[in-house]
């Protein structure tokens, strides 16, 4: 079996960050405090795994 290979644009690659970052409740910078904390709900454990994902892949921290 062969490893797919899926190339993103950049320009959707901001476009679903700037949807995750509009869905944590109250912002970005709460999440990841909360992230650090080891305190998050699953929903936004799983919006920050794809946000970092995301910014891995802009390689500029977005």
Do not use: K, Q
């Not at 993103?8 to 901001?14: F, M, T």
């Not at 912002?27 to 891995?56: K, Q, W």
Request: proline share 3%.
């Amino acid at each position: 079996m062969n490893a797919r290979l899926v190339r993103h644009e950049r320009s959707d690659l901001v476009e679903r960050r700037r949807e995750i970052v509009e869905r944590m409740e109250p912002d970005e910078a709460t999440v990841r405090s909360r992230g650090d904390n080891g305190s998050l709900t699953p929903e936004e454990r799983d919006l920050l795994v794809e946000l970092e994902g995301i910014d891995f892949l802009l390689g500029d921290g977005a």
